[in-house]
C-alpha cells in the first residue's frame, strides 16, 4: 500500500491531505467493515477546535434500514476528560467510533465537536482533530521514522523525537545502531507487540490530535507490557478529550466515565464505584471477567 502512495508525494500538498486521509483509514481497518461515502457540503467549513467536547445528540443509526443499531443514544464528553464506552458484544461501541470520525452519518441526532455538527464540516479537518489508536497497528515496512511519521506531511523531525519520547519508545530506537532509520517489518526488524503499540502511539502523536479514540486490544499483549502500554495512553491522553473502547473492565477502572452501552442504548453511566454499587450490568460484567482473570491466573500457575 505505502509503496503505491509514494510518489504522490512529489505531487505536493493537495495528494498529501488525501494521503492523510488514507493514513486514517488504514487505522481504523478494525473498525470499518464497509466503505461507504460519506460526502462534504460543497461550503463545508473546517471545524474549529481547542479543548473539545463532545456531543451525541439523541443519535440513530443502523447499517442497513431494517435494522438500528444506534437507537436514539445520548452522551456528552466533557473537554479534556476520560470515557470509556464498554458492552456486551454487538452493543455498538465500535460504531460510535465510526460515527465519530465520519464514515456515516446518522439517520436522525447529530453528533456535535465544540458545538459544530460534524456532518457540516470537512472531513479532512474533523479526521485531523481525531487521533486514533488502533487494536493492532499496521506498520509498513520501512524505517521507523516513516512509521512515525508517515500521514503528518508537516512532522520535522523533532516532532517524530517527541513523539517517540512521549509514546516511550524513544530509548529503544536510540540504541538501534540505524535508529530512527532502522527498517523494520517484513523484511526488517520485527518489532514486538509492544513496540508496534508505542509506534503507532508516536504515530498518532505526531499529529497532536485534541481528540484521542483508543480502541482497545483484545488480547495481544502479556499484562506486564499492557501495564505499561496503559500507563503511556493515560499520560499521553491527558489533557487530551479521550475516548477509549475497552473489552476489558479492569483497563478502564479510573475513567472520569464510564458509559455501558447495551443493545443500542446508554444502561448505565458513571465512575467504576458508582456503577459496582449500582449492581447492574456494569457490576456484572466485572464480577464475571475477574472470575476469568482468576482462572487465568489459576492456569498459569
Ligand atoms: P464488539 O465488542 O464485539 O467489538 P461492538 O459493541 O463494538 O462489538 P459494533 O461493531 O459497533 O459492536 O456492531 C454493532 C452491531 O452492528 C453488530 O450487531 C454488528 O453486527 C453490526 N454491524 C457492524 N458493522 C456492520 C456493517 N458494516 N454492516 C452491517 N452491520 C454491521
Known sequence: LIQLFRPLDMLGFVYRSIRQGLVDMGAMFKLMDTAVEVKDRPDAPALVVHRPHITFDHVVFGYESDRTILKGLSFEVAAGSHVAIVGPSGAGKSTIARLLFRFYDPQAGRILIDGQDIAGVTQESLRAAIGIVPQDSVLFNDTIGYNIAYGSSAATEADAINAARDAAILPFIEQLPQG???EVGERGLKLSGGEKQRVAIARTLVKNP????LDEATSALDS???QDILATLRRVSRNRTTIAIAHRL?????????????QGKLAEAGRHSELLAR??????MWTRQAAEREQEADAAE
Open 250 to 262: 479492569s483497563t478502564i477502572a479510573d475513567a472520569d466515565r464510564i458509559l455501558v452501552l447495551d
Open 210 to 213: 485534541p481528540i484521542l479514540l
Open 180 to 182: 530512527f532509520e532502522t
Open 224 to 226: 506486564r507490557t499492557e
Open 279 to 284: 449492581g447492574g450490568l456494569y457490576a456484572e
